[in-house]
């Protein structure tokens, strides 16, 4: 679909957009976005260096959930 579209297509779109929506509202809109991408991008960043902090004891103390062999109590 946007194969097809060239150049002058894209310049076409941005300036109905312009007009429909002010400078004023796809500058805040384009500022938000701007925001949304910095943020994902720590939280990215966060989330990658609280994983290389953890150490392999607390992945080793983590709860087994894994079912146990079957007891007395569940045979009956």
Known sequence: MLNNIGPAGF?????????????????????????????????????????EDKSDDAAKSARDVTPAEETEKDKA
């Open 11 to 51: 310049i076409i779109i941005a300036v109905v957009i312009l007009v429909l929506f002010g400078r004023g509202k796809v500058a805040g809109l384009m500022g938000e976005v701007g925001k949304g991408i910095t943020s994902f991008r720590k939280g990215m960043k966060d989330g990658a260096e609280e994983l």
